[in-house]
């Protein structure tokens, strides 16, 4: 017996070490990709415009910059300002939120892992976690997804703890306000809440402790007061207006017409997306054994920890079919976690199963799944994360040699990062040319065109833009008018930027070679800036 507890005894110390590594392991490669400090994406570009262009008044009031980009959680912006104000309007500070939840997930979801799966999972549903590569991403991003993923662990955490202890209507208020704050930093959040209500009431009738269920109710109607107010002041104009389903298309939502010819094929092709995609396990036919294994030994070991933790994923495939949320990579982020669970608890039964007949073939078949997760991690710790774009070397490319009296000209989609550089690099904002060309070529009685913009935006004093005039001037070239001069003006020094450009960089630099000279240009990763003149 002495012997068996010391055997018993030096495993769990050896395992405590193991996931004491892991945990610096998660935290190095996180902090890693925090220091590489990379411009702004374009979507983090419209989360600082967002924050630059309005106090924290507005924020709360649901005042947005752009009506074409769906608006953040109140929660989110909120923090990211008061980090703006003290630590200065720069990517660390917009990035400094989301990086301490993720390094905070760390932590929270091994305390979940303890929770939900057995003490076999905890490591396998941990080392999987630490080397998410999505994960590691957005923990470093200037995103709302890293703040969902933590968001939805403390709330699984807090649903066990409730339902374990007797609920007061003390208690009950607690409960409600962390739902409440939960809604206000995370718009995924509903579909948690929602989930774990369902599962909590199921199970106060199953049982008729209908005095817990009505205490159940009294902190769900704070979950629901706070849902109305934000639905009202940050979501209702996004899905009145299906702005989500015009941004991501077709592909990206779910369809409620099951008998449809794609539908089959839709299903299959998300099914490995997202275990390849935000779950980062490849390959995804392994995985998705190792999971469904997962939910049927959870299933059969404790139905209402197995329905809670799958009714989110039903949940926005509902809303995903009516049009509403998309099922899309980074949105499905917060469900990571618990779909990690149910592959943690898959890799233990299999293993359990295939020792019995040949470890060696039980070890290769398990070690495989950790394989792309840890090669992944390593690549990016290594040689960072490719997909970024160099718009901050750019601007400050530009703002070394502009002179007064420069032209300028720049692509729609390089807009925003052109709006919020110019700020951080200290121009004065309000004097630089607003003139755009579309990045793609439209057709007009099917003849190819480019678009010519000049843009009416506002700035405040320090040079942040707070938005545009809904008029602007276009002049519509075709592209065969690209054959003569003068489409650009005649101005002998005339920069074009190009950042986070598609295919009309090609004919118009073509064009410019053609008609001007060149006179300086920087080439980076995703972003190009040209100096021209035109006056020839």
């Known amino acids: 017996m002495q012997i068996s507890f010391i055997v018993r005894l030096k495993k769990q110390i050896l395992l405590h070490r193991a996931v004491f590594v892991l945990a610096f392991l998660g935290v190095v490669l996180r902090l890693r990709h925090f220091l590489a400090n990379h411009s702004f994406w374009v979507d983090e570009i419209y989360v600082a415009l967002h924050v ?14 752009s009506s074409n980009f769906p608006s953040p959680p109140m929660g989110f912006l909120l923090i990211e300002k008061l980090n703006v104000l003290i630590f200065g309007n720069n990517e660390y500070a917009f990035r400094l939120f989301p990086f301490i939840c993720g390094i905070a997930s760390l932590i929270i979801f091994y305390q979940m892992l303890k929770k939900y799966v057995r003490p076999k999972a905890v490591f396998v549903g941990f080392a999987l976690f630490v080397f998410s590569e999505s994960l590691i991403y957005y923990s470093a991003q200037a995103k709302r997804y890293s703040i969902e993923v933590l968001v939805t662990l403390l709330l699984y955490l807090f649903a066990i703890h409730f339902q374990s202890t007797q609920m007061s209507y003390k208690k009950a208020f607690v409960y409600g306000m962390i739902g409440v704050v939960a809604i206000l930093f995370s718009y995924s959040s509903i579909f948690i809440l929602t989930a774990i209500a369902f599962v909590q009431l199921l199970a106060c009738i199953k049982e008729k402790d209908y005095k817990r269920l009505v205490r159940y109710l009294y902190a769900y109607a704070l979950w629901l007061i706070c849902f109305v107010f934000m639905y009202l002041v940050y979501v209702k104009e996004v899905i009145c207006a299906d702005l989500m389903f015009k941004l991501y298309g077709t592909n990206d939502y779910f369809s409620l017409i099951f008998w449809s010819k794609g539908w089959i094929l839709w299903v299959g092709k998300k099914i490995i997306e997202i275990f390849h995609g935000p779950m980062g396990l490849s390959p995804a036919i392994l995985a998705m054994v190792f999971c469904i294994t997962g939910i049927v030994y959870m299933y059969k070991n404790g139905r209402e920890k197995c329905l809670m933790l799958l009714l989110p994923v039903f949940l926005v495939l509902v809303a995903s079919g009516f049009k509403k949320y998309p099922f899309l990579g980074r949105f499905l982020l917060f469900v990571v976690p618990l779909i990690l669970l149910f592959v943690s608890e898959g890799v233990v039964s299999i293993y359990d199963k295939l020792q019995a007949k040949s470890k060696i073939f039980a070890w290769v078949v398990i070690l495989s799944i950790f394989v792309f997760p840890i090669l992944s991690a ?31 000209f720049v692509n729609n989609l390089g807009k925003s990062g052109y709006y919020y550089y110019l700020a951080y690099c200290g121009f004065n904002a309000s004097k630089m040319p607003q003139n755009f060309f579309s990045d793609d070529l439209y057709y007009r009685n099917r003849k190819p065109v480019i678009l010519l913009a000049k843009r009416y935006p506002f700035f405040d004093k320090e040079g942040h833009a707070l938005g545009e005039r809904k008029d602007m001037d276009i002049v519509i070239k075709t592209k065969d008018a690209f054959r003569k001069k003068g489409i650009f003006g005649r101005n002998p020094r005339t920069w074009f930027l190009f950042l986070h450009y598609k295919e009309t960089e090609a004919i118009i630099l073509d064009y410019l070679n ?23």
């Open 514 to 536: 053609k008609t001007g000279k060149k006179i300086l240009d920087f080439q980076g990763k995703g972003a190009g800036v040209y100096l021209y003149d035109l006056s020839l």
């Open 52 to 65: 630059n262009g309005k106090n924290l008044l507005q924020i709360f009031l649901g005042s947005i910059f």
């Open 378 to 408: 390593g690549k990016m710790f290594i040689k960072g994360y490719g997909f970024h774009e160099e718009t901050r070397p750019a601007m400050q490319f530009l703002k070394k040699h502009f002179t007064l009296g420069d032209e300028v």
